[in-house]
């Protein structure tokens, strides 16, 4: 049986992430502060994140109706939020409908939406 360093390696660190990540902080998992393209959306309000200091979108509709670059969660109402977490996210929009990936995060570990949300 021949080793290959590189399939080791890259076993270990998918073992690694599966194990950590349901343990890491919100912040952990928060991306950089991103702003999405405002003329892509109907309302412009912007809010401060207390989780990192980032100047963020407030949840609004896409004028195409589709998935801004950069959602994080599609709430109940049809908006779209910018979160930077989970904790708040679309609290006056419904709650969170689903979260997105290549935004902030997946659903959280175990499945399901942040019931509190």
């Not at 994140?49 to 599609?74: I, L, N, Y």
Request: some cysteine; hydrophobic content about 30%.
């Amino acid at each position: 049986m021949r080793f290959h360093l590189g399939i080791a390696l890259a076993t270990a660190a998918l073992s690694a992430m599966a194990w950590l990540s349901p343990l890491a902080p919100d912040a952990a998992l928060a991306r950089a502060c991103f702003q999405p393209d405002e003329s892509t959306l109907e309302s412009h309000q912007h809010y401060r994140s207390r989780q990192d200091d980032c100047d963020v979108h407030g949840p609004a509709r896409s004028r195409d109706g589709g998935k801004p670059e950069g959602a994080s969660a599609k709430c109940r109402d049809g908006t779209w939020s910018f979160s930077h977490s989970r904790s708040g996210t679309c609290s006056r929009h419904g709650g969170v409908e689903r979260w997105e990936s290549g935004g902030l995060m997946g659903p959280r570990p175990g499945g399901g939406a942040n019931p509190n949300a």
